[in-house]
């Protein structure tokens, strides 16, 4: 709607079962420092979003709900943050949508044009990790490049103010 501002994201929280685990699991991957705000509550800044870690190791685990989707985190430094997830045992083992071709714990170039990897954290919470420069956020010309990309890995990068949008065919992983 014209002259309304949409509301923003500021902050997301995830459970964990062991909180002075996921902190140093969180402080090493991700570089920064976690801070106490209450008891049993960690905040983590990204960017302009928190990251809440809350500790739900009192809480029955039925009551503790897994994210069914990764949280994405955009990065400049991918294969810093890979080297890390690596020493820290937490790639996913998992394939995107069951492709041999697209192994989740690998930095790969997505169907949809992003580089990413995806890793999971001590409580299970799945994260996926994008190289800032490739970020898909479902602009038309993006769409427009995936749709015309079909059968084939496209990479799209776009400026951050979303000028231009370069194309490069890559041939599969997976080389018969």
């Given amino acids: 709607m014209p002259g309304v501002k949409s509301p923003r994201i500021f902050r997301l929280l995830i459970p964990a079962t062991d909180l002075?685990?996921?902190r140093r699991f969180y402080e090493s991957l991700l570089g920064t420092t976690a801070r106490l705000v209450a008891p049993g509550r960690l905040?983590?800044?990204?960017g302009d979003v928190i990251l809440g870690i809350l500790d739900y190791s009192e809480v029955a685990s039925?009551?503790?709900a897994t994210p069914t989707e990764a949280i994405y985190l955009a990065t400049d430094d991918l294969e810093g943050i890979y080297r890390r997830a690596q020493?820290?045992?937490c790639l996913s083992a998992e394939l995107i949508h069951g492709d041999a071709a697209s192994p989740a714990g690998k930095i790969t170039v997505r169907p949809w044009g992003e580089r990413s990897f995806y890793a999971t954290?001590?409580?299970g919470n799945p994260l996926c990790f994008v190289d800032?420069?490739?970020l898909f956020t479902g602009t038309a010309r993006q769409i427009s490049a995936l749709n015309r990309g079909r059968g084939e890995t496209v990479a799209m990068r776009e400026s951050h103010t979303g000028a231009?949008?370069?194309r490069t065919r890559r041939k599969p992983a997976h080389t018969p």
């Fill in 43 to 46: 905040y983590l800044d990204c």
């Fill in 62 to 64: 039925r009551a503790c």
């Fill in 20 to 22: 002075d685990r996921s």
């Fill in 87 to 89: 020493r820290l045992g």
């Fill in 132 to 134: 800032a420069t490739t």
């Fill in 164 to 166: 231009k949008l370069k």
């Fill in 121 to 123: 954290d001590p409580a």
